[in-house]
């Protein structure tokens, strides 16, 4: 069975190497991982050097999983940026939806997705990170893919050009011209959700 972990909150500050190297397993998830809460959580970058400890790549390559957690507090780009820049990205992409996160940076997954695409992810890197990734690393193999005999749980998303602004809690913002948007929702086979009318016929108005 793997545990994920929420790293921090402790004085003196807990070692990372020894939690990423010693102690998780292959398979155990590490949340939180863009986190910068340097006085009780030491963090995945080195924020003096701003380079990502390379035992951060070690442990993902042995098998520990990183997920965003992003949270209220817990995503900078002091964090993200040096991290991407390196060529560590997440496993598993999500929100730690709440109260404060939707009034804050994070707002919604769309967002956040968005977000790691300005970092660098590819788009298949990142529908992967927020679908199957996630679905493995709980054990629920039935979700987050579409193949046959799969639950029918679908988003079907565009790519919105624009003038947008990703910013973190501390307002840092980086630009981006595109995001994603869900045009439509599919749950358990049936659309819940459709943005442009799509599935809405036509009116015939020769009968009108």
Same mark, same amino acid.
Request: glycine residues 10%.
């Given at each position: 069975?793997?545990?994920?972990?929420?790293?921090? &909150?402790?004085?003196? @500050?807990?070692?990372?190497?020894?939690?990423?190297?010693? @102690?998780?397993?292959?398979?155990?998830?590490?949340?939180?991982?863009?986190?910068?809460?340097? !006085?009780?959580?030491?963090?995945?970058?080195?924020?003096?050097?701003? %380079?990502?400890?390379?035992? +951060?790549?070690? *442990?993902?390559?042995?098998? +520990?999983?990183?997920?965003?957690?992003?949270?209220?507090?817990?995503?900078?780009?002091?964090? *993200?940026?040096? %991290?991407?820049?390196? &060529?560590?990205?997440? /496993?598993?992409?999500?929100? !730690?939806?709440?109260?404060?996160?939707?009034?804050?940076?994070?707002?919604?997954?769309?967002?956040?997705?968005?977000?790691?695409?300005?970092?660098?992810?590819?788009?298949?890197?990142?529908? /992967?990170?927020?679908?199957?990734?996630?679905?493995?690393?709980?054990?629920?193999?039935?979700?987050?893919?579409?193949?046959? &005999?799969?639950?029918?749980? +679908?988003?079907?998303?565009?790519? @919105?050009?624009?003038?947008?602004?990703?910013?973190?809690?501390?307002?840092?913002?980086?630009?981006?011209?595109?995001?994603?948007?869900?045009?439509?929702?599919?749950?358990?086979?049936?659309?819940?959700?459709?943005?442009?009318?799509?599935? /809405?016929?036509?009116?015939?108005?020769?009968?009108?």
């Amino acid at each position: 069975m793997p545990v994920m972990i929420d790293f921090g &909150g402790t004085k003196p @500050r807990l070692s990372l190497y020894s939690l990423l190297m010693e @102690r998780l397993r292959p398979g155990d998830i590490f949340t939180h991982t863009f986190g910068e809460l340097l !006085d009780t959580k030491e963090a995945i970058v080195d924020t003096a050097k701003q %380079a990502l400890k390379p035992y +951060v790549m070690a *442990a993902q390559k042995r098998g +520990v999983i990183f997920d965003v957690g992003y949270g209220g507090s817990s995503f900078r780009y002091s964090q *993200a940026i040096p %991290a991407a820049k390196a &060529g560590f990205h997440p /496993n598993t992409i999500s929100t !730690d939806l709440h109260i404060s996160s939707m009034k804050g940076s994070m707002k919604d997954m769309l967002l956040v997705m968005s977000k790691f695409l300005k970092l660098g992810m590819d788009l298949p890197a990142v529908i /992967n990170a927020s679908t199957w990734a996630p679905a493995k690393a709980i054990n629920r193999p039935q979700l987050g893919h579409l193949t046959e &005999g799969a639950i029918a749980d +679908v988003a079907i998303l565009g790519m @919105r050009k624009g003038k947008f602004g990703f910013y973190d809690m501390q307002g840092f913002k980086m630009d981006s011209d595109e995001k994603l948007e869900c045009e439509m929702t599919i749950f358990g086979g049936k659309i819940v959700y459709d943005l442009n009318g799509i599935v /809405n016929p036509l009116p015939d108005l020769t009968k009108q």
